[in-house]
């Protein structure tokens, strides 16, 4: 199994920054992309922003030129530097993670989700 842990959310005021951060552990054989998505109450979940292994960025309309996702491989670990947060970003944020397993076996792992709420 592959496990996903989240981390950096919070309260924060409009404009305002954030860095989420996201360790994967486990049986990894390899990871291929990771990214991050959201979920607004009420609402499905959206991806925000995606990094293939060859370092090649996806992002939404909505937080190019705000936000940014980067990852470490040797660490196993995706993030998102989250900057000019609008309250419309309030959200949980969820990582994931695709890649294969020790056993050569594809793997789409999620994160349990950190809570990202901008105040205005």
């Known amino acids: 199994q592959v496990q996903l842990v989240e981390s950096g959310g919070g309260l924060v005021q409009a404009g305002g920054s954030l860095r989420l951060s996201c360790v994967a552990s486990?049986?990894?054989?390899?990871?291929?992309?990771m990214g991050w998505y959201c979920q607004a109450p009420g609402k499905q979940r959206e991806l925000v922003a995606t990094i293939t292994s060859g370092s090649t960025t996806n992002y939404a309309d909505a937080v190019k030129g705000r936000f940014t996702i980067s990852r470490d491989n040797a660490k196993n670990t995706v993030y998102l530097q989250m900057n000019s947060l609008k309250p419309e970003d309030t959200a949980v944020y969820h990582c994931n993670v695709k890649g294969q397993n020790r056993w050569y076996q594809e793997y789409d792992a999620w994160g349990q989700g950190t809570q990202v709420t901008v105040s205005s």
């Open positions: 486990g049986s990894i054989f390899r990871i291929n992309a």
